[in-house]
C-alpha cells in the first residue's frame, strides 16, 4: 500500500494523528473545492459553442436539452457518489478510482470495459484541450490584427507554437503529485470560466441590447431551405443534442474528487459529495441556459461554433483578448483535472506491478525557491512529461481531432455516465427485477443509448467532411 510521506510527522514521532483510516495522508477537501473540481471539469470553452447549438434546435429544443440533461447527469452522480465506499456507502471500503467502484458492485468484464472507456476519454479531453487552448491563443493574436489591420485581413496564424507553448506549461503542472494537492489549480480555472462565460454573455447581452442587425430566430432553429439543406438539419440537430449530452459530463473523474473528500462522523464523503455536485451542476445549468439563449438570440441561426474564437465579436478587442486568456489559463487547469486520474493510474500499475524497483516507488527531495522541498520520482518525472508531449504531437498531427473527441464522448457518454452508475446502485441496493424503479432505470439506460447511438452517428459524420477537407500542414486557426 502506498503511504504519502510527510516528513514533520516523522520527525514529530505522530504518524496515526496524520492519515486516514486506508493509511494515506488525512483527506481535507470539502464540498467547496469539490464544486470548484466539478465546475473545472464540466464549464469548458465548450459553453460558448452552446448558441451554436440551441440554434440548431430553436427556443424549444435547446432549453429541453440543456435542461433535461442536467437532470439526468445530477441525478446519476448521486448515485455514483454512494460508491465510493463498499459494500456500506458510509462506512464501507474506500474505492479510489471509477475501475475499483465498478470491481467492488459488479466485477467481471465489466471492469476492463470501464477502464477502456474512461480513459480513452480522458486522453482524448486531453488532446482536445490542447487544441482548444491554442485556438484561444491564436485569436488573441488574430484580435489584434484585425483590430489594426481591419477584419477583413487574413490575418493568418499557425496554431503549431502555441501548441508547444500550452505543452510546455503542462510539463510543469504536471509535477503536481495527485488530485489532492491540485484544489488551488482548480479555483484559479474555475474563476477563469465564470470570466470569459461572463464576458461572452455581457457581449450578447450588448448585442442584443443594440439591435442593429437583424437576427432571425425560431421555435424550431434553423430552417431548412433558407439555412441548411434537410440533411445538413438532420446531422445539425443530432450534432446539438450530442454535444449538450456531453457538456455536463464529469463521472470520468467523480470518484477521485470525492477521493479528496475529508471524512466526518456527522457529514461523510457521500453526502458532501452530492452537495457538490448540486452546487456544480446547478451552477453550470444557470451558465448553460445564458450563454446558450442570450447567444442564440444576439446571433440567430447564423450562430458561429464558439463566438469568441471564431470572431462572433470583433470588439472591444482588449476585451476579447482578455475573454481567451481566460480561456486557456482555465484549461491549463481544466487539463490537470483529467490527466490526473490517468496519471494515477499507470503509476499506481507501475508500482504494483514493480513493487521494488526505486525508479518507481523512491522520491528524492528537492528544494524548490519559493515553493520549499518538493518530493520528486523519476518515474513520475518521465512517465507524465512523455503523456504531455505525445498529446501535444497528435493534437498537431491531426487539428481536426475535436471531432474525434465527439465520438470518443458518444462512446463515453452512455457507460460511463448512465449505465455504470444505475447498474452500480441496482447492485448496491439489490433492488428486485423488473420492480417499478428497476423499469424506469433500465428506460433511461436505453433512451441514453439511443442518444449516444445518433451522437455518434453524426460525430462520425462530421469527422467524415473533416478528413475530405482535411489539407496537411496548412495553417490552422
Not at 94 to 119: E, F, H, I, P, S
Not at 160 to 172: A, D, H, L, S, T
Not at 264 to 288: D, H, L, Q
Request: charged share 15%; aromatic share 16%; hydrophobic share 50%.
Amino acid at each position: 500500500m502506498f503511504v504519502e510521506k510527510i516528513p514533520g510527522d516523522y520527525e514529530n514521532g505522530d504518524v496515526n494523528k496524520n492519515l486516514d483510516d486506508d493509511g494515506r495522508v488525512k483527506r481535507t477537501g470539502t464540498w467547496v473545492t469539490a464544486s470548484a473540481h466539478i465546475i473545472t471539469a464540466v464549464i469548458g470553452s465548450g459553453v460558448l459553442s452552446l448558441a451554436w447549438a440551441v440554434a440548431q434546435l430553436g427556443w424549444v429544443g435547446g432549453p429541453a436539452a440543456l435542461v433535461v440533461f442536467s437532470f439526468i447527469t445530477y441525478f446519476t452522480s448521486t448515485l455514483l457518489a454512494d460508491a465510493y465506499r463498499a459494500p456500506d456507502p458510509v462506512r464501507g471500503q474506500r474505492n479510489y478510482t471509477y475501475m475499483d467502484a465498478v470491481r467492488a458492485y459488479l466485477g467481471g468484464r465489466k471492469v476492463q470495459l470501464c477502464g477502456l472507456a474512461k480513459y480513452m476519454n480522458l486522453t482524448g479531453i486531453t488532446i482536445g484541450y490542447t487544441i482548444t487552448s491554442s485556438i484561444s491563443m491564436v485569436a488573441v493574436k488574430r484580435s489584434n490584427c484585425f483590430h489594426k489591420h481591419g477584419h477583413q485581413a487574413k490575418c493568418e496564424t499557425s496554431n503549431y507554437p502555441f501548441m508547444v507553448i500550452f505543452g510546455c506549461i503542462q510539463i510543469v503542472l504536471s509535477q503536481i503529485p495527485n488530485f489532492a494537492k491540485l484544489s488551488w489549480l482548480s479555483i484559479i480555472a474555475s474563476v477563469m470560466s465564470f470570466a470569459y462565460s461572463f464576458i461572452g454573455l455581457g457581449l450578447s447581452i450588448a448585442k442584443v441590447a443594440g439591435g442593429e442587425e437583424d437576427v432571425r430566430t425560431t421555435l424550431t432553429g434553423v430552417i431548412v431551405g433558407v439555412d441548411v439543406s434537410g440533411s445538413e438539419k438532420v446531422w445539425r440537430t443530432l450534432q446539438a443534442i450530442g454535444d449538450i449530452a456531453f457538456a455536463y459530463s464529469f463521472s470520468n473523474v467523480l470518484i477521485e474528487i470525492q477521493d479528496t473528500i475529508k471524512w466526518s462522523p456527522v457529514v461523510p464523503e457521500n453526502k458532501s459529495m452530492k452537495r457538490a455536485t448540486a452546487i456544480g451542476v446547478s451552477t453550470t445549468t444557470i451558465f448553460y441556459l445564458l450563454c446558450g439563449l442570450v447567444g442564440y438570440a444576439a446571433f440567430g441561426n447564423d450562430a458561429p461554433g464558439n463566438f469568441l474564437t471564431g470572431f462572433g465579436f470583433y470588439e472591444p478587442f482588449w476585451l476579447i483578448d482578455f475573454a481567451n486568456i481566460c480561456i486557456a489559463i482555465h484549461l491549463l487547469g481544466a487539463y490537470q483535472v483529467f490527466a490526473q486520474p490517468l496519471f494515477g493510474f499507470v503509476e499506481g500499475w507501475c508500482s504494483r506491478r514493480w513493487p521494488g524497483n526505486r525508479f518507481f516507488t523512491s522520491e528524492q527531495a528537492v528544494r524548490v525557491p519559493f515553493y520549499g522541498v518538493y518530493y520528486i520520482n523519476l518515474f513520475r518525472l518521465v512517465w507524465r512529461t512523455t503523456y504531455v508531449i505525445v498529446t501535444a504531437f497528435v493534437a498537431m498531427l491531426f487539428p481536426f481531432f475535436n471531432n474525434f473527441l465527439g465520438l470518443i464522448g458518444a462512446g463515453s457518454f452512455w457507460p460511463l455516465v448512465v449505465y455504470f452508475p444505475i447498474e452500480i446502485h441496482i447492485a448496491q441496493t439489490k433492488m428486485a427485477k423488473f420492480s417499478f424503479k428497476w423499469m424506469w432505470l433500465k428506460i433511461l439506460t436505453w433512451a441514453c443509448l439511443i442518444v449516444s447511438l445518433i451522437a455518434a452517428a453524426a460525430s462520425v459524420q462530421g469527422l467524415i467532411q473533416s478528413l475530405q477537407a482535411y489539407k496537411p500542414f496548412q495553417l490552422q486557426y
